[in-house]
C-alpha cells in the first residue's frame, strides 16, 4: 500500500510561482515512478508530469518550459510550476504506481488573471 499526501496548493496571480509537493507512505522500498495529474472543473483528469525510477521526466505540452518534477529525496515528489496561467487552475493529484495506481487526495491550485 501507499498513501500520497500533497501539500502546497493555493491562490495566485498569473505570471507568479507555486511548489507542489507530495510525501509518499507505505510499504515500498526504494524509488516509484510518480506523476502529477490534474482535473479542472468540468474537464477530465490529465497528466502534467511524470517522472520514472531512472530520473526520466515528460511533461504536457501545455507546461512545458514552465513546471518541472523532481525528487527531493525518496519519498517526496515535486512540481516546481512557474509562470502559472488561469488555465492552470484545477486540483493537482500526486499519483504512484506501485503494483497498482495509488492517488492523493488533490491540492487546490487557483491561479487569478
Known amino acids: 500500500q501507499v498513501q500520497l499526501v500533497e501539500s502546497g496548493g493555493g491562490w495566485v496571480q498569473a505570471g507568479e510561482s507555486l511548489r507542489l509537493s507530495c510525501a509518499a507512505s507505505g510499504s515500498f522500498f526504494g524509488l516509484l515512478p510518480m506523476g502529477w495529474y490534474r482535473q479542472a472543473p468540468g474537464k477530465q483528469r490529465e497528466l502534467v508530469a511524470r517522472i520514472t525510477r531512472g530520473g526520466s521526466t515528460n511533461y504536457a505540452d501545455s507546461v512545458k518550459g514552465r513546471f518541472t518534477i523532481s525528487r527531493e529525496n525518496t519519498k517526496n515528489t515535486i512540481l516546481q510550476m512557474n509562470s502559472l496561467k488561469p488555465e492552470d487552475t484545477a486540483v493537482y493529484y500526486c499519483?504512484?504506481?506501485?503494483?497498482?495506481?495509488?492517488w492523493g487526495q488533490g491540492t487546490q491550485v487557483t491561479v487569478s488573471s
Open positions: 499519483n504512484a504506481d506501485f503494483h497498482r495506481e495509488f
